[in-house]
């Protein structure tokens, strides 16, 4: 019997086990042992409990009799890789075909159905972008009664239909919620180059962030606005603190978030520009990126605002909650 299967074996009959428990019951080295607990771990045989230094294995009941992503056709790899990211309930991180097929392997899915579903989805996805990002404009036109936008813009959705959030939407929320300062500038390495495309192309001579509602240690706008760098003046936009701090995220109907943002948001600037973009990091109702370009042509300092969202809803506006 190969060492990975005698591993395997003793795992099922002893449910959880530690790789220094394997050691101690193995001739091998703890080299080996990793090596050989890494490879079963990559193939989705055992799943793993914890962070190190205490880490247990146990046998994945998911992966019996479904393909690994060694079944994936070729022609669909490319874009898996390139888009694909689950992180699991337990903070694990897996990006393309092993991600996906770990995906499939915990939902007792068909890989090869999944595959071509999901890649003919980012297919459809890609066919609407423009310049790489989405274009939303259409959905604020037709959601307010005034839309204030010149053009919005997504540089991903949050979440797609059936595959759940986006690689982009999952970094976002982790980010978010772990206030994890390296993650938030992987984010902002990301997107990026879009957003200086967008300076270029429309030749925007400011920027202004969305402020946050929430108080956090580290707050991600602030953070993406250190990675980002940007080459322009920010402009000066703040949130009024109330008695009852009330999150958008926690208004379901339209009118009450655009009376929230209405009363919470000042722009305190007094500069003139042309053209100015607004970067929020995920737009549900899109109320507050609209009543804040509101105020700015309100108030006469620009001639035009375009307005940015890393993530936005799919579907109508849905009401992004997690964020």
């Known amino acids: 019997m190969k060492t990975s299967e005698q591993i395997l074996k003793y795992i099922e ?5 530690s790789a220094s428990e394997l050691t101690s019951v193995f001739t091998i080295s703890e080299r080996a042992i990793f090596k050989q607990l890494a490879a079963l771990y990559a193939s989705g045989k055992l799943t793993k409990v914890g962070s190190p230094p205490k880490v247990f294995y146990k046998i994945n009941i998911a992966s019996e009799n479904l393909e690994n992503e060694s079944t994936i056709p070729q022609e669909f790899r490319k874009i898996i ?3 694909f990211l689950n992180i699991t309930p337990l903070g694990e991180y ?3 075909t092993n991600g996906f097929s770990k ?3 915990e939902r007792k899915l068909n890989i ?3 595959a071509e579903k999901y ?4 297919q459809k996805i890609n066919s609407v972008k423009r310049n790489g990002v989405l274009i939303a404009t259409n959905k604020f036109e037709t959601t307010f009664r005034q839309n204030y936008l010149t053009d919005v813009f997504f540089i991903d959705f949050y979440s797609i239909p059936q595959f759940g959030k986006t690689k982009l939407g999952q970094l976002l929320l ?3 919620q772990s206030q994890d300062r390296a993650r938030i500038l992987k984010i902002s390495t990301i997107v990026k180059p879009a957003i200086v495309k967008m300076i270029k192309q429309y030749k925007i001579d400011a920027i202004g962030y969305i402020p946050p509602t929430i108080k956090r240690e580290v707050q991600f706008m602030k953070e993406l606005e250190k990675g980002l760098n940007l080459p322009v003046p920010i402009l000066k936009i703040s949130k009024v603190k109330t008695d009852i701090v009330v999150p958008q995220k926690t208004l379901s109907k339209l009118e009450d978030r655009v009376i929230n943002a209405k009363n919470t948001i000042i722009v305190e600037d007094k500069r003139t520009f042309k053209k100015v973009l607004l970067i929020d990091d995920a737009v549900g109702s899109g109320a507050t990126l609209n009543e804040t370009a509101k105020k700015v042509i309100g108030n006469k300092l620009a001639e035009k605002v375009y307005g940015c969202a890393i993530t936005g809803s799919y579907k109508g506006y849905d009401v992004i909650s997690e964020v």
Do not use: M, P, S
């Open 13 to 17: 009959e002893h449910k959880e086990v």
């Open 81 to 83: 890789n390139d888009y």
């Open 94 to 96: 897996f990006e393309g």
């Open 103 to 105: 995906w499939c392997r």
């Open 112 to 114: 090869i159905t999944q």
């Open 119 to 122: 890649v003919n989805l980012i």
């Open 174 to 176: 982790y980010a978010k």
